[in-house]
């Protein structure tokens, strides 16, 4: 077809005869896993491969749809693009071979959900045996961060946060909340006395963040209740303060998913004292259709509603 503009240089189009439909689930393994090797684990070939057959990929569509980082292989603007086609054909291809072959469902892949360190270790974890039960086919991988993920830059394909993101094309939804509570050992009440009023606590030592390496103002939670302490302890892991609460070190404002069921540790003054957080569940406007990352969202919801009083009260988990 001629050019609109006849003065300007034609374009040539990629020679597509050249193109290897097969290249295609290479091509979404590596975006997915954005390792080599992984990727050719779950493919069950030789990562040389993988490497050799996106490079021919890249070669017949002329244009590079990967950068390499420190946290591996990254998608380009045209590997974004080239993601959502690949996935929307995936889709095609598992609801035709669901339909000819009877299953319930060709739902299947990975899906990297990101979150914060102790939500995510001590309550998301866990609760992913009951998602693996009826989703045997989708492989979770969870990210811990003290730091914002970057759904924009395909970091990771889900995120439940405190604070709400920003970013681009981020679609974000409130689900629920959660509460926190200061807490301390009994141990350390026991030597230091337990106090009634907002000026007994001047009087005794607190566990904190380390403030100039916080990087999400949300969890400055402490300073919501009590300003100007001086903390005996300081950590930039959530999990770390909680240890170290329990092992008497000093009081710790903690979410109840955290020490709600510890009996190691006492509730100090909850009618007075209590800081509340929404939780966000986001994800990229381009995943949002996608059968295995709405199973993973639905999980997440309905896990976040039905442990309210969990969450919020400290109440045993459902």
């Known amino acids: 077809m001629p050019s609109d503009n006849p003065g300007a240089p034609e374009r040539r189009r990629p020679d597509l005869s050249r193109f290897n439909w097969g290249d295609i689930s290479i091509f979404l393994a590596l975006a997915r896993y954005r390792s080599l090797s992984a990727a050719a684990r779950a493919l069950n070939v030789n990562h040389a491969t993988v490497g050799r057959r996106v490079r021919a990929l890249e070669m017949a569509l002329e244009t590079k749809l990967f950068e390499r980082n420190r946290h591996g292989f990254m998608l380009t603007d045209a590997g974004d693009i080239l993601l959502q086609e690949a996935e929307g054909a995936e889709a095609h291809i598992n609801n035709i071979s669901a339909r000819f072959s009877g299953e319930k469902s060709g739902v299947a892949g990975t899906v990297r959900v990101a979150t914060m360190e102790a939500i995510g270790s001590l309550f998301l974890a ?14 979770v991988e969870l990210v811990t961060a003290s730091h914002w993920i970057n759904l924009s830059k395909r970091e990771a394909d889900v995120l439940l946060s405190f604070p709400k993101p920003g970013g681009l094309r981020i679609e974000s939804e409130k689900i629920g909340e959660f509460a926190l509570y200061l807490y301390a050992s009994e141990d350390y009440l026991a030597s230091h006395g337990v106090p009634a009023t907002m000026d007994d606590l001047r ?3 607190f566990i904190d963040y380390i403030d100039e390496l916080i990087a999400i103002s949300a969890v400055r939670w402490l300073s919501d209740v009590v300003r100007d302490i001086d903390a005996r302890f300081r950590s930039t892991s959530l999990v770390a303060q909680y240890h170290a609460a329990a092992a008497g070190l000093g009081i710790a404002m903690l979410p109840t998913f955290v020490a709600g069921t510890d009996t190691r540790l006492r509730r100090i ?6 800081v509340m957080r929404d939780i966000w569940l ?3 406007h381009d995943l949002e259709h996608i059968a295995r990352v709405r199973q993973v969202m639905s999980f997440l919801k309905d896990l976040i509603r039905d442990n309210r009083d969990f969450l919020i009260d400290g109440q045993p988990q459902r």
Do not use: L, R
Not at 126 to 139: D, G, R
Not at 269 to 274: A, F, Q, W, Y
């Open 203 to 205: 009087n005794h030592d």
């Open 126 to 139: 866990p609760s992913f045996v009951k998602f693996y039960e009826a989703a045997q086919n989708v492989q």
């Open 282 to 284: 986001s994800v990229h």
């Open 269 to 274: 003054m909850p009618e007075k004292i209590c």
